[in-house]
């Protein structure tokens, strides 16, 4: 559920080529309040594939080395950063396995973003890393699920409801994303 200053709209625009600097400028900031807990800071989802229609909110994915929840609400809390406390937000499934994981919202009044916290390596971050790979890599299924969100947000324009419709079709695009990185690594192999 948005906080009361976010939008609970699912309102999508063209991919905007400023959203990468966004990014940079928001993972600069999370690496310095993070330090040696971030092991990574990724720009994942849809405004990190370029040519995809995509909600204007910055989807972040910092991977740890373990959940330390008291020192990751402190670290991000020192931005203003508030945590999600939504179930969904806690625990998702990947692959068949269900992972930890915690969302942080911006400080009120600030860029809308999403930074996701997930164990480096778990089926959660490296899902995250090949759907957005997979997408950037193969214009027709960038293209169809493209039009998929589009329908999705005029016939369910609220973001709760979108996003409850949405989760079970990104299992289906994990798994075309799984199948295509496990290719293009056989092809390297090779």
Avoid at 38 to 66: E, F, M
Avoid at 124 to 131: D, E, G, H, S, T
Avoid at 133 to 151: M, Q, T
């Amino acid at each position: 559920m948005p906080f009361p200053d976010e939008s609970g709209v699912a309102q999508l625009v063209p991919h905007r080529a400023a959203w990468s600097g966004e990014f940079e400028t928001l993972a600069e900031r999370l690496s310095a309040a993070l330090g040696q807990l971030a092991i990574g800071i990724d720009h994942i989802g849809s405004t990190a594939v370029p040519g995809l229609v995509a909600k204007d909110v910055i989807d972040v994915q910092v991977r740890v080395a373990t959940l330390d929840r008291d020192a990751l609400d402190s670290c991000l809390g020192s931005l203003g950063f508030r945590r999600r406390p939504e179930q969904w937000n806690n625990r998702e499934v990947s692959f068949g396995t269900e992972c930890s994981k915690m969302v942080f919202a911006p400080p009120a009044g600030e860029r809308p973003s999403n930074v996701h916290v997930r164990v480096d390596g778990a089926p959660n971050a490296r899902m995250a890393l090949v759907i957005r790979d997979y997408l950037r890599a193969n214009a027709d299924a960038r293209s169809a699920w493209g039009e998929f969100k589009l329908r999705l947000s005029r016939e369910a324009p609220d973001l709760n409801t979108y996003g409850r419709i949405k989760a079970p079709a990104t299992i289906i695009l994990a798994a075309a994303a799984a199948a295509w990185a496990q290719g293009a690594q056989e092809r390297v192999e090779q």
